[in-house]
């Protein structure tokens, strides 16, 4: 327990110096600013690595074992978007609430963990590989969703009050860059969702298991989280929304996705 406190207490720092780099300003081209917020970004998800292998081996509680892999999986994507689209980084400081909300939940669940089973049979069938990996890109590509639209929310506020921010206004990207960045990761979503469901309907079958008992609360509500992210962008193709009714929508579409996955499990 020493060594995973230890290795809390690296992610904290680290996270601290990811946070005060996001309020320096990063430019489009490659500079020393961005070459240092990049590595630290790279530093958290190498300790979350560590972090999981750690949970993986010497406390195997299944909570605790997913969530170490669903921040690991958060890290990646986020360092891996980061490197790659400059909008995305201008985000940077929505995520940091974000962040510390995600460590603070794994340090709890990981310290309160006192199931010593050996959990590594869940990654024995290849079709529940699958469908774990899958179900948690896809958590977490509508969860950064839901943070970008939460930020065009933000923006659409501050236009309505005329009000001048300076983190708004010099930090974030446009309202159409943000709604772009937020509408291709619900895309993303659709598609590990998709991938997710028909994995575990496989898996499944190959177990042997009466098909009546696939169709249980934790399918029913991805179901519904994928209709409500196929409408949502139906309806901005078709109709048009407006980025405050994206992120309701979003937020609803996560909340259900959340129970999904963790909230018949807590209550369980």
Request: glycine letters at 2%; hydrophobic letters at 55%; one cysteine or more.
């Amino acid at each position: 327990m020493n060594l995973y406190i230890s290795i809390e207490a690296i992610s904290l720092l680290s996270f601290i110096l990811f946070s005060l780099l996001c309020f320096t300003r990063i430019e489009n081209n490659f500079d020393i600013n961005k070459a240092v917020y990049l590595f630290s970004l790279a530093f958290l998800a190498i300790i979350g690595m560590f972090h999981y292998i750690f949970v993986l081996n010497f406390i195997s509680n299944k909570l605790a074992v997913i969530t170490s892999l669903l921040i690991l999986i958060i890290f990646c994507i986020y360092f891996i978007f980061s490197v790659f689209s400059y909008q995305f980084i201008r985000l940077r400081v929505f995520f940091i609430p974000f962040f510390l909300f995600v460590l603070i939940s794994r340090f709890l669940i990981g310290i309160s963990s006192n199931d010593n089973k050996d959990l590594t049979q869940l990654f024995d069938n290849k079709f529940l590989v699958l469908h774990i990996i899958t179900s948690l890109f896809s958590y977490s590509f509508i969860t950064i969703s839901l943070v970008i639209s939460f930020c065009t929310y933000t923006q659409y506020s501050y236009i309505k009050k005329m009000k001048y921010n300076k983190i708004i206004n010099d930090f974030l990207p446009s309202i159409y860059e943000s709604e772009v960045l937020a509408i291709k990761f619900l895309y993303l979503t659709i598609i590990f969702l998709i991938i997710s469901l028909l994995s575990g309907f496989y898996y499944f079958i190959e177990t042997n298991i009466e098909l009546i008992y696939f169709f249980n609360e934790k399918v029913v509500f991805s179901l519904i989280t994928l209709f409500l992210t196929i409408l949502i962008i139906l309806l901005r193709k078709l109709r048009g929304l407006s980025g405050q009714m994206v992120f309701k929508m979003v937020l609803l579409s996560y909340l259900l996705i959340s129970f999904s996955y963790f909230g018949i499990k807590l209550l369980g």
